[in-house]
C-alpha cells in the first residue's frame, strides 16, 4: 500500500475516531485482496469490525461502571458443587427477564458458596444487555447514604440509586447497622419498591434480620418490600473457597 495513502487513511480513521476499522482495515486489505473480495465486501468487514469493537468498548464500560468486585458470568458457576442452586432455573433468570418485570432475587446461605459470584454473574449480563447496574456492598451503601445525609444531598442520591435498572446490594449483616441506617436503606429500598430490581445477598436468614438492623420493625418492612416479588434462593452447600482446601486435607489423610 502506498505510504501517503497509508497516512491519509490513518489520520482521517482517527480523526472520525473509527478505532475498529483502524486496527484492521490492512491486515483486511490484504486478506480482501487474496481472496479476490469487492470493494463493497471489503467495507462491508470493516464496518462490521468497527462496531463489533464498538460493542465490546461500550460492555467493558458499563462493566467498569457497574463497580462489580471482580468479573465473573454466570457461565463459570460451577453448578455441580451447589446440585441444589438450581441451575436451569438461575439460567432461565439470565435472560433478564426478571429486570424487565421489575423482580428481586435473594442469595442466602454462608460465606463461600457463591452468593456474590451469581449477583457479579447477573450484573455482566444486565451490563451487556444495556441495563444501568450498580452493584454496592451494604458497607459501602451506607456509607455513601450517610455521607449524603450530612451533605443535604439525600434526595438527590435516593433518585440516582432508584434509576438504576438493576441495584446488587451485597453482604447484608456482614458490619452491624445502627437504626439510623436501617432507616437509610428501608428507603432507598422503598424507593426501589416495583420500580427496579435489586439483587440482595446475606449470610443471615431473614429470622435473623431483626438482629442485624437492630430493630425488628425495620427489618419487616423492608423483607416485606423486598419479598413481594422476589426470588429467593437458600444456598445450603459448603464453602468454595474450601474445596481444594478440604479435598487437599482428606488426601493427606
Ligand atoms: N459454584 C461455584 N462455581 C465456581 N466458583 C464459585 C462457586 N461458588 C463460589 N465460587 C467462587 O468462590 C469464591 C467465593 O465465592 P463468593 O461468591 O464470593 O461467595 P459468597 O459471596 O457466598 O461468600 C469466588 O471466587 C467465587 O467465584
Ligand atoms: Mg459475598
Redesign the pocket.
Known amino acids: 500500500m502506498n505510504k501517503e495513502i497509508t497516512k491519509h487513511i490513518e489520520a482521517q480513521l482517527k480523526e472520525l475516531n473509527l478505532k475498529g476499522m483502524l486496527s484492521c482495515y490492512r491486515d483486511m486489505a490484504e486478506k480482501a485482496a487474496v481472496n479476490k473480495l469487492s470493494y463493497e465486501e471489503y467495507l462491508s468487514l470493516l464496518l462490521e469490525e468497527e462496531i463489533k469493537g464498538r460493542k465490546e468498548r461500550s460492555v467493558k464500560a458499563k462493566i467498569y461502571k457497574a463497580r462489580v468486585p ?1 468479573v ?1 458470568t454466570l457461565k ?7 446440585p441444589d ?1 438450581g441451575e436451569k432455573e438461575l439460567m432461565r433468570l439470565g435472560s433478564l427477564d426478571f429486570i424487565e418485570n421489575k423482580e428481586n432475587l435473594v ?1 442466602l ?12 454473574g447477573f450484573c455482566i449480563k444486565a451490563c451487556q444487555a444495556k441495563y444501568r447496574v450498580l452493584f454496592m456492598s451494604t458497607q459501602k451503601l451506607i456509607e455513601d447514604l450517610m455521607m449524603c445525609v450530612r451533605d443535604g444531598s439525600l434526595t438527590k442520591r435516593l433518585l440516582y440509586y432508584s434509576r438504576l435498572h438493576l441495584l446488587v446490594i ?2 447484608i449483616g456482614y458490619m452491624p447497622i445502627t437504626k439510623e441506617q436501617a432507616n437509610l436503606l428501608y428507603q432507598l429500598i422503598s424507593m426501589r419498591y416495583e420500580k427496579g430490581s435489586i439483587i440482595l ?1 446475606s ?1 443471615y436468614s431473614f429470622e435473623d434480620w431483626g438482629k442485624v438492623f437492630q430493630d425488628d420493625v425495620v427489618a419487616a418492612a423492608i423483607i416485606d418490600r423486598i419479598v413481594h416479588h422476589a426470588r429467593i434462593f437458600y ?1 445450603n ?1 459448603a ?3 474450601l ?1 481444594n482446601k478440604l479435598k487437599n486435607k482428606t488426601l493427606r489423610g
Open positions: 471482580f465473573k463459570e458457576c460451577d453448578f455441580s458443587f451447589q442452586l442469595f446461605g454462608p460465606p463461600g458458596v457463591g452468593k456474590t459470584h451469581l449477583a457479579v451485597d453482604e445477598t449470610n444456598i452447600g464453602s468454595y473457597r474445596k
